[in-house]
């Protein structure tokens, strides 16, 4: 089956801190890769995507790129703000190359960056 | 509008009652899902639409469950006889491209939080 493992948080950095959200995920086929992020009382926004391996995403100072190898889409980014405090989610949509169709997400990550 | 526009913001129901989720997917759009987060959890896929026909169903979690999208534009969910296990955060996104072939990814609305008492 389809399915997206991520690393349990809630995750608390200090401002400027390396920042490390773990993703894996099972799939039938070559799956596209997401990183989505909600805000306190906002919906659902993309944050980056690949869609074939090796790729990487990146938006915002978020990378992350598509391991086959580790079946991995790590999440990372060089020195968080305040401003990054939120959940993220990681998910996939099966099909090579397409980034449409039903997601399967993880359970998500609460970011908390204090100044 | 610029976004997707999901209504009411929250819906608090007794048990056994029925409700009706609407969302207003971005003018155009071809592609409709509706997904269910469960507090703390990620969301959970329901139904697809592509313009008025729905698809894909097989995420619903029971009968009492029924989406429609009549005219391929706005689109409600309907829970019959609640439960309170269906409290949880719906969620509608759409897409311009159709299920099959598209670059173009999700856009989510701000979704309704529905409590069942």
């Known amino acids: 089956g389809n399915s997206v493992t991520q690393m349990e948080g809630p995750v608390t950095l200090s401002e400027e801190a390396f920042l490390t959200i773990n993703c894996t995920y099972t799939?039938?086929?070559?799956?596209?890769l997401f990183w989505y992020v909600q805000y306190p009382g906002e919906g659902l926004q993309l944050l980056l995507k690949?869609?074939?391996?090796?790729d990487k995403g990146s938006n915002k100072g978020f990378e992350a790129t598509y391991r086959k190898e580790t079946t991995s889409f790590h999440l990372e980014k060089g020195s968080v703000q305040v401003s990054d405090s939120a959940v993220y989610f990681c998910a996939l949509v099966k099909g090579r190359g397409s980034t449409l169709g039903r997601l399967y997400f993880g359970r998500g990550t609460q970011l908390t960056v204090w100044p | 509008g610029a976004g997707v526009s999901q209504s009411p913001r929250y819906k608090v129901a007794k048990r056994g009652q029925d409700v009706a989720l609407r969302c207003d997917p971005i003018?155009?759009?071809?592609?409709l899902f509706w997904y269910q987060q469960a507090l703390g959890q990620g969301p959970e896929f329901l139904t697809y639409?592509?313009?008025?026909?729905?698809?894909?169903k097989s995420g619903l979690p029971s009968d009492r469950f029924f989406a429609e999208r009549p005219e391929g534009s706005v689109s409600t969910l309907k829970i019959q006889r609640t439960q309170q296990e269906d409290s949880a955060v719906y969620l509608c996104a759409s897409s311009p491209g159709s299920y099959t072939h598209s670059n173009q990814p999700q856009h989510f609305g701000d979704g309704t939080r529905l409590s069942i008492l």
């Open positions: 639409f592509q313009n008025e026909a729905q698809l894909d």
């Open positions: 799939a039938t086929g070559y799956p596209s």
């Open positions: 003018s155009g759009h071809v592609s």
């Open positions: 690949a869609t074939k391996a090796d």
